[in-house]
């Protein structure tokens, strides 16, 4: 996206070590300056239990985002609840990829109902995985 100059943006529930704080929301914007920080602050980011589960937090999140928009989803475990709220964010003209970071026993069923609701998942656990995500 930003090689085609489009904006790109950030929205995390992850804690960010140097603030000690769940990492800020990073607003749209282009180039590599701006590429540089999301990177720096996708490096750093860490994962904690959260309070509000992620199929509460995330309509918030996603309501104002303009069509067309990419909402890609880090997540451990894709569930029902969270899966009906990016279904609803593809409904309004996002592009919805969720990629799940360990391993999941209902993956297979989760995938399957997923691509029937217009969200692509796919799972990243180990690096070989991601680097098929690449070809």
Do not use: F
Request: aromatic share 4%.
């Amino acid at each position: 996206a930003v090689e085609q100059r489009q904006a790109v943006g950030l929205i995390c529930n992850g804690l960010d070590p140097l603030s000690g704080e769940v990492a800020g929301p990073v607003p749209l914007r282009q180039g590599q300056g701006h590429l540089m920080e999301l990177l720096a602050l996708l490096a750093r980011i860490q994962a904690h239990e959260l309070e509000t589960p992620l199929a509460t937090w995330l309509p918030r999140r996603l309501n104002d985002l303009v069509w067309g928009t990419t909402v890609i989803v880090v997540t451990p475990h894709l569930d029902r609840e969270t899966l009906w709220v990016l279904h609803n964010a593809y409904r309004r003209g996002s592009n919805v990829l969720v990629l799940i970071c360990a391993p999941q026993t209902d993956y297979k069923v989760m995938q399957s109902q997923a691509e029937r609701l217009g969200v692509t998942v796919h799972r990243t656990v180990w690096e070989s995985e991601l680097r098929q995500l690449e070809e």
